[in-house]
């Protein structure tokens, strides 16, 4: 069954870091890739969650459906790649999520950057890239199909 969307101040908190838990990292207790009974954390990704995003156009934050422009939050590597980990959200959420996770001094979200490095950009369109064999990344990414303005 697909979780339903909720707003950003009803995401549940990553208990070790305060801070909200987006979509996209599975906001449930045991989750997707974390075994039974583990807290919801804002430490990584959830696969399963990431692939929903993509293939039903929802946010990655709050898990609503995506209108345009389509907010991307990223390192300076993703920008310069044109290649995103986490998946579309709306201006809004994205902009909560910088907001939030601003005292965060470590990386997190499974990205390779602390949040004071993120850089938030709006597109109109993106592919959903699946790993190739040989790719040393073996996470699928978000590339921005139309022209990428950063914002903040
Ligand atoms: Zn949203």
Redesign the pocket.
Same mark, same amino acid.
């Given at each position: 069954m697909d979780p339903a969307?909720r707003e950003?101040s009803e995401l549940p908190r990553d208990p070790e870091l305060g801070v909200p838990v987006p979509?996209a990292a599975g906001t449930d207790v045991g989750y997707g890739d974390r075994p039974a009974g583990t807290p919801v954390s804002a430490r990584s990704l959830d696969k399963r969650r990431v692939t929903q995003c993509a293939l039903s156009r929802v @946010? !990655?934050? @709050? !898990? $609503?459906g995506?209108g345009r422009p389509l907010a991307f939050v990223g390192t300076r590597t993703e920008v310069g790649r044109n290649a995103f980990h986490l998946p579309p $959200?709306?201006v $809004? @959420?994205a902009d909560a999520l910088l907001a939030a996770y601003r005292g965060v001094a470590e990386p997190v979200l499974g990205l390779d950057a602390a949040p004071a490095e993120w850089v938030l950009s709006t597109t109109a369109s993106f592919e959903f890239v699946r790993p190739g064999r040989d790719d040393l990344d073996k996470r699928p990414t978000f590339q921005p199909s139309a022209v990428l303005t950063e914002v903040r």
């Open positions: 969307p950003f979509f @946010c !990655g934050i @709050c !898990g $609503a995506l $959200a709306h $809004a @959420c």
